[in-house]
């Protein structure tokens, strides 16, 4: 199985833009895989936040659409997550997994070990 | 969204003990459920998908079931490195949504 990496700032400001990125170790970004990020604030559960293929097709969570971008670097074997105008609420341990789907059916069988981003002045 | 429940949302067991979690999704969605366990401060750990498949590695002792909007997650003989949390997942559609969790820790 892929190992998976999260690197990026721990603090973000209110109003600020925070940027992940997930680097993909043991297999390449442009396996059949979709790559995805899920979230988990202090003390609560899990949030899955949204997917990319290689192919650059993406699937989002409704309610963050507007505020989120995820893009794939080939050249680097990595993914990155993007959230806009983060408040409080968006403090979370965030992960990043590879997402596995085969006949419609879609699991996550490897993740990274997590980073926590606070979101505070 | 599919929305997801569980029950209980916590529960004391000694080890050795059967335990069974339960999980319902709000519409059918096949049998494309997974489980995931999570220790404290460590990334959720895959432990069955398609509701009853077990993930290579993972012991014998877990087990799965269910179709539609049930779903049971049994440990038959609970062992220390079993209290954890357990989520269920559903992978049938996007948004993916996991359920609230169910938190099993030491009588």
């Known amino acids: 199985q892929v190992q998976l990496q999260e690197s990026g700032p721990g603090l973000v400001k209110p109003s600020g833009t925070l940027s992940l990125n997930c680097a993909v170790s043991?297999?390449?970004?442009?396996?059949?895989?979709?790559w995805s990020w899920v979230r988990q604030p202090p003390g609560k559960g899990l949030e899955w936040i949204g997917e990319i293929h290689h192919s650059g097709t993406t699937n989002f969570k409704p309610s963050l659409k507007s505020r989120v971008t995820i893009s794939v670097d080939k050249s680097k074997n990595q993914f990155s997550l993007k959230l806009t105008s983060a408040t409080a609420a968006d403090t979370a341990v965030y992960y990043c997994?590879?997402?596995?789907?085969?006949?419609?059916?879609?699991?996550?069988?490897?993740w990274g070990q997590g980073t926590l981003v606070t979101v505070s002045s | 969204d599919i929305q997801m429940t569980q029950s209980p949302s916590s529960l004391s067991a000694s080890v050795g003990d059967r335990v069974t979690i339960t999980c319902r999704a709000s519409q059918s969605i096949n049998n494309y459920l997974n489980w995931y366990q999570q220790k404290p401060g460590k990334a959720p750990k895959f432990l069955i998908y398609?509701?009853?498949s077990l993930q290579s590695g993972v012991p014998s002792r877990f087990s799965g079931s269910g179709s539609g909007t049930d779903f049971t997650l049994t440990i038959s003989s609970l062992q220390p490195e079993d209290f954890a949390t357990y989520y269920c997942?559903?992978?049938?559609?996007?948004?993916?949504?996991f359920g609230p969790g169910t938190k099993v820790d030491i009588k």
């Open positions: 997942q559903q992978g049938y559609s996007t948004p993916f949504t």
């Open positions: 997994a590879s997402s596995y789907c085969s006949g419609g059916m879609c699991y996550m069988p490897s």
């Open positions: 398609a509701a009853s």
């Open positions: 043991g297999g390449s970004i442009s396996s059949s895989n979709w």
